[in-house]
């Protein structure tokens, strides 16, 4: 369960397409990764964190290091799913995430994701700017 927080947990709803789905009809175990992505893409945006921008501008990118998720349901074709996204750790470099998909309030898959903080350039590891970690420090309260 995602806790409550002084910044909200984002949420993206997301249709599920016929691309998304595996031979079984139901959406294919990977495309949860890129459910997640999209959840956390989007919170980051509303945010003022623009990805693009922080690469550019602060040779500075988010690279995922470890995924945990669990698969409780499946979600089939032309299903509304609501992605959850909020921050649950923040280290010198990393930034852990809990996630979780939904459909009229049922679970479908759950993940902890912890994504590192790298140079745009050199892909090594650099910690948060002070920016970006009271900005998160916020979403943990």
Known sequence: MIPDRTIPPGELSIR???EDTDTGGVVYYANYLKFFERGRT???RALGMDQH????????MFVVKH?????RQPARLDDRILVRTA???LGASTIRFAQQ???DGTLLASADIQVCTVHAL???PIRLSPSIRDLLEKALH
């Open 87 to 89: 921050v649950t750790g």
């Open 16 to 18: 599920v397409y016929y």
């Open 101 to 103: 998909a939904l459909r």
């Open 122 to 124: 050199s892909f090594k």
């Open 53 to 60: 921008t922080l690469a550019t501008q602060e040779q500075m």
């Open 42 to 44: 989007e919170w980051l």
């Open 67 to 71: 995924a945990d998720i669990a698969y």
